[in-house]
């Protein structure tokens, strides 16, 4: 449980940084606007002020009748325009580079020009002091004309500029922190389904294997709940299939050990050495057959369904493989007077297959054939090609229609037969084949007996040769 509360707090830490970090950045450059327009509202304000009184300035420049200009300015006026208990203020009149009337030093340019509808502003230095300076343009409407400039020092601008600053700093801080607790607020609250179902999960799954209701699930973790709840359908299969190769290896193994028993007491109380030796070859053959079983229990138990998405299938021609399998046989085949034979394709027939696997199932399928085939009998293996396919044949006795699904489910055998067998053989071919993709069943061969078919429709492509 503390793993899980520390992935919880984690999973918070991540949300809140990548929440935090675009806040930052958003209050920074609200910050930025802020001054910026804080700026401008001042420049705008102040330059109007300074523009007026340019205006007022340029109505007191007169024209010669030669265009020449002078500036006519009572002392009532100068005083009117340039007193300012905090700035200082400075005028000036200029004509083609001529000073007219006024303070020398006015500066005719600068920089962050600023246009208005009837003048222009722009920041300059005045007598060593930063200053914004106003400019009109005056004519006498024959040509001639002068420019009226007005420039101001900046403090009470700057000073009006950072109280709109401080004025809107707690707006944008108290706005700051209230998008930060919501953002704490809203994760926590986001995170709190997260923990509740986690524990409640946690704490089901060590109870019971059963799917977890994920009626109240948020629907973006509905996904998670669903893959949860198939992972412990999975486990829960496992389980199932463990359990039942356990009770079904148990049953099938009682019977023949306690035959070995009872024979090994008969070989201790027999009264003669050809009594002995006649109980101890039906142990023999008692043996083989265990042997034979737990061989096939074995590889029953391995053919896990899960395995089929990790199941490393190559390119193999089955005529070969089957040639090589049926090699393995003939001795025997031989031996009981069974005629085995390959009838091959021209061409290779090439398939995606587990070789180890496929060959256990051929294996299995010629097994079967061979014991149920009599004496003088024949056994062959053949093929198709579209789709691919394997079949397994002989002239025995045959399956009736009736148990040709049932003889594939495991210890099951068809009624009335007298040859040995664990009832395992066709069960192992079946999921082999699944694990393939492939299908598996049984039909009638052209000689009246059996014919398994095993055949490979969609899950994999023959690549002829």
Known sequence: ???????????????????????????????????????????????????????SLSRQVRFDAEGRA????????????????????????????????????????????????????????????????????????????????????????????????????????????????????GVRRSIRPLEAIAARWNERSHRSLQPIPAGDVPRELMPFATALNDLLQRIRNMLARERQFAATAAHQLRTPLTGLQ?????????????????????????????ARMVQQLLSLGRLDPELRGALEC?????????????????????????TLELIAPEQPLRVAVQAELMSEALGNLLDNALRYCKRGGRVWIAFETSPPALLVCDDGPGVPQAEREQVFERFVRGAGVQVDGSGLGLAIVREIAELHGASVFMGESEAGGACVTMRFDGAVAAQPG
Do not use: C
Request: aromatic letters at 4%; hydrophobic letters at 45%.
């Open 1 to 55: 449980m503390p793993s899980s509360g520390g992935r919880a707090l984690r999973l918070k830490r991540e949300l809140l940084l990548r929440l935090m970090l675009p806040l930052l950045a958003i209050v920074g450059a609200t910050a930025l606007l802020g001054t910026v327009v804080a700026q401008r509202f001042t420049d705008r304000v102040y330059d109007r002020w300074l523009l007026d009184a340019a205006h």
């Open 70 to 185: 002078s500036l006519e300015l009572p002392p009532a006026a100068e005083t009117f325009l340039t007193y300012d208990e905090i700035d200082r203020t400075s005028y000036a009149v200029e004509q083609d580079g001529h000073h007219v009337g006024g303070h020398l030093g006015v500066p005719q340019t600068g920089t962050r020009l600023r246009r208005y509808d009837h003048g222009m502003a722009f920041d300059a230095t005045i007598d060593g002091q930063a200053a914004s300076v106003a400019r009109v343009e005056v004519g006498d409407g024959a040509g001639h004309s002068a420019v009226a400039l007005v420039g101001e020092t900046v403090r009470k601008r700057v000073r009006t500029r950072d109280n709109i600053v401080l004025l809107l700093a707690p707006v944008a801080l108290l706005a700051g922190m209230a998008a930060v607790g919501a953002i704490v607020w």
């Open 262 to 290: 009872l024979g090994l007491a008969r070989a201790s109380e027999a009264p003669d050495l050809e009594s002995t030796r006649r109980v101890l070859r039906e142990l023999e053959a008692s043996t083989q057959r265990s």
């Open 314 to 338: 190559r390119t193999t021609d089955l005529v070969a493989l089957a040639a090589d399998v049926g090699s393995s046989f003939i001795d025997r085949a031989d031996h009981a007077g069974i």
